[in-house]
């Protein structure tokens, strides 16, 4: 009997504990669920500050994640509400805007602009630049007519996938007066063969000006 | 009747403990140690983390209890890589690693070994291990070694992996790391500069104040300087000036009645200065604005300059590493680090982890 009593207390403690924690929604500093991620779009993409920006000209959402944004208030230990943020990047501005969306309210309730320069790339913009590149004839005589064929990559690779041909990318900043990308917003991908990467630094996608670059040997 | 027994247990002993930190994150999200990991516990840590989209491993929140009894001490709201920048010699290419959409690296058995290793998170994102840490503190034959809990994820970045990793001792020291591996890109030296974001709330958000401790040599004498950083700017590193930075809280003393601080204090082999601003200076100090993120934005965010005296305070930590190519790195690059500690200073009255 006292075994069947710790059990029940047991079950208590390890079952219905958590399953009444999950009832009540997430705790402050958790991830947020994709409910909140489908709330954080919807308020963001028909908020009219974030809706004028990116109207004008072509742009794309990059992110959008948890953010634990605080009131201000004295001793404050964790955020009264729930936040995401939502970043968005226009191309012909060359700016971001990040939008600050109140779960529980379900609206945006500030924005900042980042310059273009700070706003990460995402890897939708490794795809296109990727598809440009692929679709150049200097990119292919670069693998001398025999192209393998390459597919986007935008996870890590698992053991399975680490002999696929795979094309990958990163932020490519300029310092040179110049260098296009000093001023336009590009992508260097990274083209992996048998796990080895081959042709490295040598092409480069100005997605602004939806050009491919082929770049010297730099490293 | 035994189950009234227990609970009646469970009243007391919850009664009897000093006042419990509601709880702001869930399993798999929250990870609590308590030291030594066998036997009455002297000190324990709470952590909430997320693997985020882009700057991998965040620290979403972190509680400090020195002692069984004591009240617990929030030092971190937010500590996070914001930004890696990896410029290379000759001038080009120039990286931003950090990207979204990318994920992290799913972590096994493998990397993260049991019994120490634990794999967490829905994605298998992040590694938490409970390690012996080597000697704590010894004279002679009196001696005692210590522990540490350490989180880690890796981040992917075309032909780099970063490994991301906060360590939470038993001292109440914070450890922030990252390191690279990966296959190397030619033959040219470069440098993979790590920008964190530390938003310390020590005992809270709002009245907290950086100051900078330098030292120097007249004559026979060394001098030591604290000076108030009053105004958000950014701050240069001397080694031969140990330069270090403390954050302090208006009210929280310890039991000598000395303001209770945690040291910033650089775990450097060089400099690094390149041509983009935000690199000129090792420390940044700014006031919290939710949406300055971004480390290479530094330059813009101390302009026009904010007071940080006893208000809600950022800083900013920027290190490299000089990868010099050798032709061991032919086929893979092993693990390289670099980062920072975080050491409580005047948080005891008295030597802990003693006898």
Known sequence: MANAARAVLLAAVLIIAPAVARAQGPLPLDPLTPQERAVADSAATS???????????????????????????????VPPTRHAEVLFYNYDRDLGVLALVDLSRRRVVDVARVPGKSVPINSDEVADAARLALADPRVARLFGGQMPSFRVATKAASREELGTPRIEGLRLVGGA?????????????????????????????????????IREGER | MRIGRYLFAAAV???????????????????????????????????????MDGPNLVVTGAWFRPAPAASWIKLIYDARVSQLFVPYHPGSPRYYDIGYGFGSVPLTGTDC????????????ELCKEVRDRGIAWKHDASMRRGQELVLWSVMAAANYNYVVEWTFRDDGI?????GAT??????NTHVHGPIWRLDLDLNGSCCNTVATMTHSEVGLTGVDAHNDVTTERGITYSPTAFTMVGIRDQTLVNGNGKHSEWHL??????????????TKNTFWVTRYNWSEMLGDQLPAYVAPAQSTVNSDVVVWYYAALHHVIR????????????????????VWAKTPLFP
């Open chain 1, 177 to 213: 007066a110049n260098d296009p990308c000093t001023r336009h917003r590009c992508v260097m991908l990274f083209f992996r063969v048998d796990n080895r990467y081959v042709q490295m630094n040598r092409v480069a996608v100005d997605l602004t000006a939806q050009q491919v670059l």
């Open chain 2, 113 to 124: 070994v049991a019994p120490n290793g634990t794999v967490l998170g829905s994605s298998s």
């Open chain 2, 13 to 51: 002993a919850s009664l009897a403990a000093p006042p419990a930190v509601k709880a702001q994150c869930s399993a798999p999200y929250l990870v609590e140690q308590q030291f030594p990991t066998a036997g009455p516990e002297q000190t324990r840590w709470k952590v909430c983390w997320q693997v």
């Open chain 2, 182 to 187: 990966g296959q190397i890109a030619g033959t």
């Open chain 2, 327 to 346: 032709d061991e790195d032919t086929n893979m690059t092993h693990l390289m680090w670099t980062g920072f500690m975080l050491k409580p200073a005047n």
């Open chain 2, 265 to 278: 204090m650089p775990n450097i082999a060089g400099i690094p200065l390149h041509q983009e601003p935000f």
């Open chain 1, 47 to 77: 908020d009219p500050r974030v809706r004028e920006f990116i109207g004008a000209g072509r742009s794309r959402q990059i992110h959008l994640d948890f953010i634990s944004a605080k009131s201000g208030a004295r001793g404050e230990d």
């Open chain 2, 174 to 178: 914070v450890l922030g790391r990252v």
